[in-house]
């Protein structure tokens, strides 16, 4: 049995960046991540499929996100100088915002820009490239009976209807029974499920999704009576809204990664370890003999012990101490699937 849902999570990713896609081979780059999403939906695992020469391209941006003021001026912004305001499409919100983001990116050193007189002038340093070629959402229910089957399926409806990610999968623990047909039938046909074992993180296609049709308009469930789908509220979202948020999503996908979970533990504690499983590694906690979650291992744990002080100085290899150690491998396993990042 997996400790904690957050476990199973980590294993998920492990697998997704070890084995993606479930069937064929690999042809394109990935990133992945977890717990990201938009604002009333976040999904557990995130898979971005990329172009590869996009994703290095991508790496002119640097290492953190691109939010949605500063991808509305890189990627408008035009070869030569020009006024924002001829150079950028009315932006739906104040042209404030767009002055900050304009301050933002140059600051950041992603975009040019200048005074000339009362005017910005501003100019592309870099093309903004089309990275991202699909999404993949991750449902994680390591334990799905079916109640967990019938709450879920309200959700994955929703996600089906709305059309962000290309495809939306639901990934439980394999046990040695197989999937009971009763939760197959529970979950919407759309869905695809993933059977992926904990200790060795491989998986096994239950069921294939379909695909999403996420360059048309969508729709969004507002509001659904449990057992009459006809009397649920809707409304629609435009494909170039669909767009954008697929954009900002990969964005943070991009800068967080799903080794990112080591900036809300606590790695300076001296039971964290990190363990070796399948060429990765995952978090252990040596006091409670379990991988910790987010939720138990922080300041307020009863059990945190800071790391000795001669970890931090003598005969300790890593420079920093073994807490500050963990955090540079990870960014630095991170930084391995991000191509042409050089910080
Ligand atoms: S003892 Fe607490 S703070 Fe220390 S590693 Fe374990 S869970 Fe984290």
């Known amino acids: 049995m997996i400790d904690s849902e957050f476990a199973f999570e980590l294993r998920v990713c492990q697998w997704a960046e070890r084995a993606w896609p479930s069937e064929g081979d690999r042809r394109r780059p990935l990133v992945i991540a977890r717990q990201l999403g938009v604002k009333r939906r976040r999904w557990d695992t995130i898979v971005v499929e990329c172009n590869p020469e996009g994703l290095r391209q991508r790496a002119s941006f640097g290492r953190e996100r691109l939010d949605g003021d500063l991808l509305h001026v890189v990627r408008h912004a035009p070869g030569e100088w020009t006024y924002y305001r001829d150079a950028l499409p009315e932006p739906g919100y104040s042209w404030r915002y767009v002055r900050e983001a304009i301050h933002t990116a140059a600051d950041r050193g992603i975009l040019d820009s200048r005074k000339r007189g009362n005017r910005i002038e501003i100019r592309q340093r870099y093309a903004y490239p089309e990275w991202v070629e699909r999404i993949v959402a991750i449902e994680n229910k390591p334990d799905l009976d079916a109640s967990a089957a019938r709450t879920l399926a309200a959700q994955i409806e929703r996600d089906v209807a709305m059309g962000l990610a290309d495809e939306v999968w639901v990934a439980t623990e394999r046990t040695d029974d197989r999937v009971e047909p009763i939760l197959l039938e529970d979950l919407p046909t759309a869905a695809g499920v993933l059977t992926v074992d904990p200790t060795t993180s491989e998986g096994d296609v239950a ?3 379909q695909a999403l049709a996420v360059d048309a308009p969508g729709t969004r469930i507002l509001d659904r009576p ?4 006809s009397a649920a509220r809707f409304e629609y979202v435009d494909a170039t809204w669909k767009a954008d948020k697929r954009r900002q999503i990969a964005e943070r996908a991009y800068e967080r990664g799903w080794r ?3 900036e809300t533990m606590r790695p300076d504690c001296r039971h964290f370890e990190l363990r070796a499983t399948d060429g990765d590694v995952v978090p252990y906690c040596a006091a ?3 991988v910790p979650t987010p939720a138990l291992c922080r300041h307020a744990c009863g059990e945190f012990e800071p790391e000795p002080p001669v970890w931090r100085t ?4 890593i ?8 955090k540079r491998l990870l960014a630095r396993q991170r930084r391995r699937k991000r191509p042409g990042l050089d910080e």
């Open 207 to 209: 069921w294939y999704p």
């Open 226 to 229: 449990d057992d009459d789908l």
């Open 260 to 262: 990112a979970y080591v």
């Open 288 to 290: 409670k003999d379990r």
């Open 314 to 317: 003598r005969g300790w290899p």
């Open 319 to 326: 420079d920093g101490g073994p807490g500050a150690g963990i």
